[in-house]
Each structure stands twice: as structure tokens, then as C-alpha cells.
């Protein structure tokens, strides 16, 4: 009975060690992949119907557009938790708008993608950037520095899937560390983004694709918060040109329109294909034109 009660101990010492290098070390992806030992989506399998696989002629890899995701640290007021949130939705949500990007415009695209850090040395050659689920994101001082300068010169940021008013303000607190002078305003339908590639006239909400599938019955698209979390609102922050920096898609999860594409026609007809896929890609274009 002790070598039974002591195995019993060990293996929950080992479990709660498990889970806790989950919760504040590394990050793991839903097929249970150490997202922080990849440097790019395509190392990761498939969550989903699988992925598309395409090849750039030689010479020219380089020369092409790259879904870059962040990762990012979970949980403000000096709790810090390297949590999954960044990992949401990757590889398929990165590789297949990348795929539909270069069937839909004249832009070729790296068939890899690439996961960065703000600090990292080569943050700049890359124009746009995804951070996903950011209701919890927390940056360091270090990467508040580099994400300024990042979008000063030049970069673009998009911020995508997460619901209700605490989410919102966590991620309002944390770009006002980033720029204290500059504020978040609701992008009117008249703004370029909208009438770049795709003409859209609305602000559709993607649902997560469960949620999307049973909307053809109960009419549902969004998610139970705190506060509102019906209303889709597409909020940005512009340098003192005009031209936009940093976009919130906030109450809507494009992330899974792109990364379910393939498992519903529903979903991919009313969601993906009406909503996600066009938003992705004008902002995309947006930013490699501006």
C-alpha cells in the first residue's frame, strides 16, 4: 500500500510539473507541439482538413509576403504566464490565408509563414504582423520599444478573435503603453481597407466554426462575454500621415474562418468565404501598398 500511495504522489508531482511548464514555461499547440521550439506554422501539423503546399520559383523566395505571427506573454499587473492564446488557431489559420492570398492577388507568399518575437533582430523585414486572442496579452517593456518603433517605420498590426468589454480594455491598456499619445477610433465603411481588393459593406462577424455551423438554426454568431460581444467593431490606430497601424478586428474570430475553410460548406460559404478571407486580405494589401 505505500509503494502504491507513493506512486500515487509521484505521478501527481509529475502531472502538477507538467502542467504548470505548460502554464508558465512553454507553449504548446492544440496536436500538443512546443510552439516556442518552431520557427514556422508549416513544422506543426494540421488541426484541421490539412494544409496547402505550394512552391516559389528559385531565386526569388524571398521575395514575397509572409504571415507572421507573435508570440506573445498572457496576464497584466505582473503576472506573466507564457500561455496557448498565441498558438490559436496555427498552422492551418497562417498557411491558408497565405495560399488564398497568392490565388487572389498578384502578391506570392512564403509557403512556411514564421512565428517572431517582438525583440527579434529581423522584426522589420516583415510588414505585417497577427497577434490572435489578445484579451490577456501582456507585453514587456522590451517589446513595447520595439513594437513603437516597429510601427513608426513602417510595420502593420492586426489583432484578431477576442470577445467582450474586459478583453477590449486589456488590449486598449496595453497599446497605450505603446503609444501613450494615440488612441483607438471605430474605422468607418469609407476607409481604403474596405474598397482595396474586395468590396466590403459591412462588418460581418465569423463565428468559431461550431458556433458557425449550428448559426444556420439558431441564428448565433457570437460568443458570450462580459459587456456586448455582438457587436463586430474594427477599430484602428493611424501614424500622423493617415495611414493605419494597428487594426482590432474585435466580437468576430477570423482566425477560424481561415483555419476551417475546409470542414463545412456552410462555414465556408456564409463565413470564411463572405467574411474571413476577404478582411484578410485587403488589410494585407493595405499594408504591403501603404
Known sequence: MKRVALFLAFALLCSGLLLAQRRFGRSYTESGVNADAVRTPREIPSHSTGT??????????????????????????GYRMRGPGWTTDTPDSDLNLSYRLQQMTSMRTDPDGRFINLTD????SFPWIYIVEPGSLYFTDEEVVALRKYLLNGGFLMFDDFWGESAWRNVEREMKRVFPDRSFAELELDHPVYHCVFEIKSKGQVPNVRTGEESQHTGVTWENHDGDSRTVHHRAIHD???????FAAH?????DGWEREGEYEYYFKNFSERIAYPLGINLIFYAMTH
Request: hydrophobic residues 25%; without cysteine; aromatic residues 12%.
Open 240 to 246: 500622423d500621415k493617415g495611414r493605419m497601424m494597428v
Open 251 to 255: 466580437n468576430t474570430d477570423n482566425g
Open 52 to 77: 496547402p503546399t505550394w512552391e516559389n520559383t528559385r531565386g526569388f523566395e524571398r521575395d514575397v509576403f509572409t504571415f507572421t505571427r507573435v508570440r506573445y506573454s498572457s496576464g497584466g499587473g
Open 121 to 124: 533582430d529581423d522584426l522589420g
